[in-house]
């Protein structure tokens, strides 16, 4: 079976920085899209940043010029780089990935991680 591990979460005050890590294992073909997403409480999950194997890698407004997407294919690994954080930040942040286990005929399917709590003092 594949899974997504999470770690990196925590506890940091307005300014600071975190960087969360995810990595995919089991019996995985190949990744595609592999992304970040968070829920405050009360809201919905919202996409915080996605990177493809190729092509362009989409933030959303509320992080752009603050957290950076990254991914370490030979790992099975994403990253994302969290700086300036804000309150508005805190939530917890899940990890997901499109990928096709075992052959390559298998379905490609998305996966979550289990998600890392960030919080944002003021």
């Known amino acids: 079976q594949v899974q997504l591990v999470e770690s990196g979460g925590g506890l940091v005050q307005a300014g600071g920085s975190l960087r969360l890590s995810c990595a995919a294992s089991?019996?995985?073909?190949?990744?595609?899209?592999m992304g970040w997403y968070r829920q405050a409480p009360g809201k919905q999950r919202e996409l915080v940043a996605s990177?493809?194997?190729?092509?362009?890698?989409n933030y959303a407004d509320s992080v752009k010029g603050r957290f950076t997407i990254s991914r370490e294919n030979a790992k099975n690994t994403v990253y994302l780089q969290m700086n300036s954080l804000k309150p508005e930040d805190t939530a917890v942040y899940y990890c997901?990935?499109?990928?096709?286990?075992?052959?390559?005929?298998?379905?490609?399917?998305?996966?979550w991680g289990q998600g890392t709590q960030v919080t944002v003092s003021s």
């Open positions: 997901n990935a499109d990928i096709k286990s075992g052959t390559p005929w298998s379905d490609l399917r998305t996966y």
């Open positions: 089991g019996r995985i073909f190949s990744i595609n899209v």
């Open positions: 990177i493809p194997t190729v092509g362009t890698i």
